[in-house]
């Protein structure tokens, strides 16, 4: 189904506004012109505003503006992430469900949902996931230790941020992986891995974009310090090619990062971030470090020196800045 749906838009992009007859794209496809107009219909179920024109075939006016793999999968320029989505309209949370099918799923499988009724943040946080963001979760399966797997966070952090910055946005990272515009997050990663013994079996990249949402549709308790790529730029984002640049950009980070020293993606990392040389405030499940960071761990922790001097690593934990 899917590949034929993929096969008609094709065409009738191709076709750049003038009519396609059903025959015509059924002698394209191999099939009845009767199954042609099904896909059709099914095509305009799903907000694809195609145009019947009596006698001459079938115009597409517009695309819909939901994140179909079909339209995602339609010009990615990807070898790896993307090529198998899992798409939904709704669901709790694109992490769970990754987690859930990793173990059977080819690397660069996604998942994504226009809606999060259950969406995680780190530390336990819940995270807001209305209509308008992008909310997906991929699958990889590096060869690498566990601990190593929260370098990816920092992989995915730079990439989101590259993508942003081609906007023309000044996006910047805070460690260990919110990606902020003017000091407000537009993005949030959580990581989970599945390990034997010492060596990862995958890891879920989940990543979350603030995107289309204006912010009054992001509940005052989480609206403070949030912002959206809509708000920021002044315009509608067409999430569909934002999508498609960003699984390109982080694929360009993965390969990088399977490929060359961890240190190479470090130093990009280092000089998009915007926490070092601040003073911090750190809480971690058992502490709380203060002081001012003053660089990271090969792993991608943050190193902190305190105010006595010495100096503290912290692999995972919430970080606040002294002064926004
Ligand atoms: C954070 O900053 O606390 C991390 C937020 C991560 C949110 C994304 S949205 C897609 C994926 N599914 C989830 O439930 N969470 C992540």
Request: charged fraction near 25%; include cysteine.
């Given at each position: 189904?899917?590949?034929r749906?993929?096969?008609?838009?094709?065409?009738?992009i191709?076709?750049?506004?003038?009519?396609v007859?059903?025959?015509?794209l059924?002698l394209k496809l191999?099939?009845?012109?009767t199954m042609?107009w099904?896909?059709?219909k099914?095509?305009?179920a799903d907000?694809?505003?195609i145009?019947?024109a009596?006698?001459?075939?079938y115009?597409?006016?517009s695309?819909?503006q939901?994140l179909?793999?079909?339209?995602?999968?339609?010009g990615?320029?990807?070898?790896?992430l993307?090529k198998k989505?899992?798409y939904f309209?709704?669901?709790?949370s694109?992490?769970?469900?990754?987690k859930?099918i990793?173990?059977s799923?080819k690397?660069g499988?996604?998942?994504?949902?226009?809606?999060?009724?259950?969406?995680?943040g780190?530390?336990?946080?819940e995270?807001?996931?209305?209509h308008g963001?992008?909310?997906m979760?991929?699958?990889?399966?590096?060869r690498i230790?566990?601990r190593?797997?929260?370098?990816?966070?920092l992989?995915?952090?730079l990439?989101?941020?590259?993508?942003?910055?081609e906007?023309?946005?000044d996006a910047?990272?805070?460690?260990p992986n919110?990606?902020r515009?003017?000091?407000?997050k537009?993005c949030?990663?959580?990581?989970?891995?599945k390990a034997?013994v010492d060596?990862v079996?995958?890891?879920?990249l989940?990543?979350?974009?603030n995107?289309?949402?204006?912010?009054k549709?992001?509940p005052?308790?989480?609206?403070t310090?949030?912002?959206t790529l809509?708000?920021?730029l002044?315009?509608h984002?067409r999430?569909?090619s934002?999508?498609?640049?960003?699984?390109?950009?982080l694929?360009?980070?993965?390969?990088n990062?399977t490929?060359?020293?961890?240190?190479n993606?470090?130093?990009?990392?280092?000089t998009?971030?915007?926490t070092i040389?601040?003073d911090?405030?750190?809480?971690?499940?058992?502490?709380?470090i203060?002081?001012?960071?003053?660089?990271?761990?090969p792993?991608?922790g943050l190193?902190?020196?305190?105010?006595?001097?010495?100096k503290?690593?912290?692999i995972?934990?919430?970080c606040?800045y002294?002064?926004?």
């Amino acid at each position: 189904m899917g590949d034929r749906r993929s096969q008609i838009i094709k065409a009738l992009i191709d076709a750049q506004n003038t009519p396609v007859s059903g025959e015509e794209l059924g002698l394209k496809l191999g099939i009845s012109r009767t199954m042609v107009w099904k896909y059709i219909k099914s095509l305009k179920a799903d907000g694809y505003d195609i145009e019947s024109a009596p006698k001459r075939g079938y115009v597409l006016k517009s695309l819909p503006q939901l994140l179909y793999p079909e339209e995602i999968q339609l010009g990615l320029k990807t070898t790896l992430l993307g090529k198998k989505i899992h798409y939904f309209e709704e669901v709790i949370s694109t992490n769970s469900v990754a987690k859930e099918i990793a173990a059977s799923e080819k690397e660069g499988t996604l998942v994504i949902s226009e809606v999060q009724k259950g969406g995680r943040g780190r530390m336990g946080r819940e995270w807001v996931s209305p209509h308008g963001g992008i909310w997906m979760s991929v699958i990889l399966k590096p060869r690498i230790p566990f601990r190593h797997a929260s370098r990816l966070t920092l992989v995915a952090g730079l990439a989101v941020a590259n993508v942003i910055r081609e906007m023309g946005l000044d996006a910047r990272i805070k460690w260990p992986n919110d990606v902020r515009i003017n000091g407000k997050k537009v993005c949030g990663i959580l990581t989970e891995a599945k390990a034997e013994v010492d060596r990862v079996d995958y890891v879920v990249l989940g990543i979350g974009i603030n995107v289309n949402m204006d912010l009054k549709e992001i509940p005052e308790s989480f609206r403070t310090g949030s912002t959206t790529l809509k708000v920021e730029l002044g315009k509608h984002i067409r999430r569909a090619s934002f999508l498609q640049d960003f699984l390109f950009e982080l694929e360009q980070q993965y390969i990088n990062f399977t490929t060359q020293p961890f240190s190479n993606i470090l130093d990009e990392w280092l000089t998009l971030s915007d926490t070092i040389g601040r003073d911090v405030k750190v809480t971690t499940p058992s502490r709380i470090i203060e002081g001012r960071a003053v660089g990271v761990t090969p792993d991608g922790g943050l190193i902190i020196r305190k105010t006595d001097g010495t100096k503290e690593e912290v692999i995972a934990g919430r970080c606040i800045y002294a002064r926004p």
